[in-house]
C-alpha cells in the first residue's frame, strides 16, 4: 500500500506549546499535502511541498520534506485551542493520477 | 474560494433503501471523487470522475454508483442501503491541467446512518 503512515495517531498538549506530527510513505512522490479536519467537518487544505523543497513555512506552520527517508513533519507553533482538530498527509497516488492516498492523521487536542 | 456543498450533513436511512448523495463546486474543477471515512480506516475512494460522463472506480466502489451528467455536479447514488454504509460520506474536487497539484477542496460531509 502506498498509504501514508502519520505518527503519532493521537497527541495533546497545552496551548502555547508547539505541535510536531510526523508522515512517512512509500513511493517516490512529486509533492506532500497536509490537510486539517475538524470534528465532524470536511478536509481544509494547510499547505503543499513540493519533492524539490526541504521546507515550507506558511504562518505558524512549518512542514519539512525528506526525500531519501520518505518523511515528512508538520510543526504547529505556539499552538491554540482552535488548532484542535485532526491532520492527514496526502501524496499522489503512483504514476501520476490526479487521485491523492491520504494517512489515517494525528489527532490533536490543545488543552487551554 | 473554492465552493464544495453537499446536500445533506446528516441523513437517516431504512435499509434496503435508494440512497442519493449529491456534490456540487463552483470552480469549474474537473476532477470530482467521493470518499467514505470511518474510524481507524481513514479516508477510503469509492469513486472518482475526471470528466462529464466518465468515472472510474476507487478502492470500495462495491454497493454505490455514481452519476455526472453536468460538470459542476456528482452523485453518489447507494442502489440499496445497508447497516455497513453507515458512514462518513466526504465530496472533493481538484483541478486537472498543467499545472495541476492535486489539491483536493472538501465538501462539508454528509453523516448518513442506514438503520
Known amino acids: 500500500s502506498q498509504q501514508g503512515e502519520e505518527d503519532p495517531q493521537a497527541l495533546s498538549i497545552q496551548e502555547g506549546e508547539n505541535a510536531t506530527m510526523n508522515c512517512s510513505y512509500k513511493t517516490s512522490i512529486n509533492n506532500l499535502q497536509w490537510y486539517r479536519q475538524n470534528s465532524g467537518r470536511g478536509l481544509v487544505h494547510l499547505i503543499l511541498i513540493r519533492s524539490n523543497e526541504r521546507e515550507k513555512h506558511s504562518g505558524r506552520l512549518r512542514v519539512t520534506l525528506d526525500t531519501s527517508k520518505k518523511s515528512s513533519s508538520l510543526l504547529i507553533t505556539a499552538s491554540r485551542a482552535a488548532d484542535t482538530a485532526s491532520y492527514f498527509c496526502?501524496?499522489?497516488?503512483?504514476?501520476?493520477?490526479?487521485?491523492?492516498?491520504f494517512g489515517k492523521g494525528t489527532k490533536l487536542t490543545v488543552n487551554p | 474560494d473554492v465552493k464544495v456543498t453537499q446536500s445533506s450533513r446528516y441523513l437517516v436511512k431504512r435499509t434496503g433503501e435508494k440512497v442519493f448523495l449529491e456534490c456540487v463546486q463552483d470552480m469549474d474543477h474537473e476532477n470530482m471523487f467521493w470518499y467514505r471515512q470511518d474510524p481507524g480506516l481513514g479516508l477510503r475512494l469509492i469513486y472518482f470522475?475526471?470528466?462529464?460522463?466518465?468515472?472510474e472506480k476507487g478502492d470500495i466502489p462495491e454497493g454505490y454508483s455514481v452519476s455526472r451528467e453536468k460538470k459542476e455536479r456528482f452523485s453518489l447514488i447507494l442502489e440499496s442501503a445497508s447497516t455497513n454504509q453507515t458512514s462518513m460520506y466526504l465530496c472533493?474536487?481538484?483541478?486537472?491541467?498543467?499545472?495541476?497539484?492535486?489539491?483536493?477542496?472538501f465538501g462539508p460531509g454528509t453523516r448518513l446512518t442506514v438503520l
Open positions: 496526502a501524496t499522489p497516488l503512483q504514476g501520476g493520477s490526479e487521485k491523492l492516498v
Open positions: 470522475s475526471y470528466d462529464v460522463k466518465m468515472k
Open positions: 472533493a474536487s481538484s483541478f486537472s491541467g498543467p499545472l495541476m497539484t492535486d489539491t483536493q477542496y
